[in-house]
């Protein structure tokens, strides 16, 4: 074969894997090995500087994927090398973020982080790179996590899903959403992490990515095992592990996963005081991570067999795997890597600054032009919101209607913007009264959108069919939303949705069932507040199966007032603490307020939050909603 065919399949194998670097490359080492030899014997003279260094990344990228870090480290290094001398930042860049994967993998987080800064100074000024942006942000995600820092990890990730999702790459968002639900796992927001975990999943599905399903299936485990859930974070984790070691021993090396997966299983056994079933489960990912030398998988494991040692009272052993652990950890995470990172996080911080400040001189111009554009298109706008604000308040029952069908009622109502995501309804049908709060997905004019089809819903479900059980109702909901959103055709999905809270009281009053998505029931009973939670999950979101908490049915004789709100007041920031007001401190002023009537309770309420949030911004629509049961003597 001649040097002018070999060129040309040098080109089309190139192109044909670079395709595959994040869905199948490491099938095609062999493919990658010969073609990176193939560039070797062109050389210079017949080859461009991009072919060779496209053969040698792909090359490299396939060792990596079959975990041969190794091996992998110098082909890609030449392949960083070749690619910037020909000016491919994009293929450069790739190489990097890849290079500090695998130095991460092995604890060198001073040499990973060096590798990662080298990709974003490539970027600085290359708008167009979305790709290799979304993955590099979605590496220093991965790295933040790994040295603790879980806020920026969770923002970097958010960074990565919005490059990723700018040019539609499905699998790097699902990616994505997947690391910033761990990272919320570890701030503790555990409703929004399991959100975004299930839209993970539902992403990996869609693509039909095994792998990114068992890390999608494990990650859904760790939220449960936060949130106590153990026989099902249990479950999950067994289910990711059999999708491992079925694809590893397929030939798909899968050895991270599976050292992860076992080292889950092991921590739950040991959270249900089964030591000796996390040993079993340890000890196999402790030699795994041994054979692929991956040093932060091998010192966390070295602490959990250190507590299953003590749990079943063999103290000199788990003396031994604690003393490794230590040892292990101060060499990963130690007082000179973390100087050397400091260092490079800085420089990196002045670069961008530099940078900033260079675009942002181009900018003024351009700003001072369009403030005149935007001033009159703002005018316009805002004058469309009015109107919409107009609508929306029509939708809403009258102040009247509520002060004739309850003995005392209050609605504290304060969208955020003109008009609001948050919406409360009314209506009566045979007899019995039906009263419903909802939360939709953001605010403003989004969230306005969601609050019409939430009410039409409503009307269509309630008035018009009859139903007038609450779990019912929101069953049907959820249908109505998804309905509404998603279109079959070409199965879109939809990550909008409400959190709301449904009330039917029986004609005699006498009565009220309740069921909740993410909106709990309060009510005082006999001077204490008392708390009904609804379920875990939204109505209209990307679920496979609504599933919602069960009707509650709470006998009215001795309740004084029924309370139901969104979450917009209890996650107000105050100006002065820059924290959230919190949904105890809320609790605790209703039950302090409870013993006025509903227009000096809603005065108080507004005081306490205006008092709160002094001249910062309002972060939320905020509704609060009280209902008087049992009528004050006069």
Known sequence: MNAESDLDKLIDTNYRLWALRHTGIGSEIEAAKENYHRAAKLGAEFAQANDLALAAMNYGLSLWAKSSF??????????????????????ASFGLAFLANINSNKGKYDQAFQ?????????????????????????????????????????????????????????????STNNAGMALVKLDR?????????????????????????????????????????????????????????SHAAGMNQADGIITCLDDIGATYLRTQQPKLALVNLEKALSLAKEIDALPKQYKIHRRIAWAYKAI??????????????ELRTSVLGQETANKIKTMQTRYALAMSQQEAKIEKVKN????????????????????????????????????????????????????????????????????????????????????????????????????????????????????????????ANHQTSADGMDIAILIFDPKMTKCYFSGAKRNLYYMEQGELMEIKGGHYSVGFDLHEAVFMPMHVLDLDKIDWIYLFTDGFADQFGERSNKKYMLSRLKAVLANISGFDGEKQKALLDFEFKNWMGRGSQTDDVLVSGIQILKKEE
């Open 115 to 175: 590798a990662i800064y080298e990709a974003l100074d490539l970027l600085i000024d290359f708008e167009e790179a979305l790709e290799a942006r979304g993955l590099t942000y979605l590496v220093l995600g991965s790295l933040h996590f790994d040295l603790e820092d879980y806020d920026t990890s969770y923002e970097y990730n958010l960074s990565s899903y919005k490059e990723f999702s700018s040019i539609d790459d499905r699998l790097g968002m699902a990616r």
């Open 313 to 326: 009272g063999d103290f000199e052993k788990a003396l031994q795997h604690h003393e490794l652990f230590f």
């Open 365 to 488: 111009d351009e700003i001072k032009r369009a403030y005149g554009e935007l001033h009159t298109v703002n005018k316009n706008i805002t004058d469309s919101l009015m109107y919409s604000k107009r609508i929306q308040q029509a939708f809403l029952p009258t102040e009247e209607r509520l002060k004739s069908a309850f003995n005392d009622h209050f609605v504290m109502f304060k969208p955020r913007d003109i008009v609001s995501g948050d919406f409360f309804w009314y209506t009566e049908k045979n007899g019995f009264k039906i009263y419903a709060i909802a939360d939709c997905t953001g605010h403003g004019v989004p969230g306005a959108f969601m609050s019409f089809i939430g009410n039409s819903l409503l009307e269509r479900i309630i008035i018009e069919r009859g139903i007038l059980e609450p779990t019912k109702i929101l069953q049907e909901l959820h249908k109505g939303v998804l309905s509404a959103l998603l279109k079959e």
């Open 190 to 246: 555990l409703d929004e992490a399991l959100e975004f975990c299930r839209k993970a999943l539902v992403l990996y599905e869609e693509l039909n990515n095994q792998g990114g399903g068992a890390k999608a299936l494990r990650d859904l485990g760790k939220v449960y095992m936060a949130m106590d859930l153990t026989d099902l974070a249990l479950d999950f984790f067994k289910r990711s592990l059999a999708i491992r070691e079925k």
């Open 70 to 91: 190794d091996e992998a480290l110098p082909i890609i290094e030449e392949g960083v090398n070749l690619s910037r001398a020909s000016g491919e930042k994009t293929i």
